[in-house]
């Protein structure tokens, strides 16, 4: 069995890896994830919910024979719920080494952003908490919202997901 991960993929291709993200959509906001966290993006499939798990965390799903937790991020970003549909889908994001589902409206595209393109984060409001934001990029007169995966969970909320 081959073990090349997008890491390797990434690097063999001599892509600039710090440029790259993954974009997708929550409500009418664009984001991004750097492309080297993303481990697989995966249509909706049956999640096993977790009694007393906190409100955003829709349980857990199996791939491939692994248990990954699978969070909704529109729950997590206190926007409302939305039904999911064809488009939805879930990004398998490396999370401090942990494997965390992300529940997603739709992903869009793989884009390189020059770090010119990419500004500070702003300390005016966006839809989420301006901590897990590493930078707002531009490309093609679109605003784009990059997100720091590490930052999205607290280390006491991956202690309660991985208890499960």
Known sequence: MNNTTNKDIYRSLNINESNQYVTF???????????????????MTKIT????????????IDLRGRVIPVVDMRLKFNMDEREYDDITVIL???????LIGMIVDTV?????????SIQDTPHFSAKIDSDYISG???????LIILIDVDKILTWDELERINRG
């Open 25 to 43: 959509t929550i409500d009418d906001e664009i984001y991004g994830v750097d492309v080297l966290k993303v481990y697989e993006i995966v249509g």
């Open 108 to 116: 869009s595209d793989v884009i390189g952003l020059p770090e010119g």
């Open 92 to 98: 398998i994001v490396e999370v401090m080494d942990k």
């Open 136 to 142: 707002i990029g531009r490309n093609n007169g679109d």
């Open 49 to 60: 919910y977790v009694p007393n798990s906190m409100n955003y965390m829709k349980g857990v």
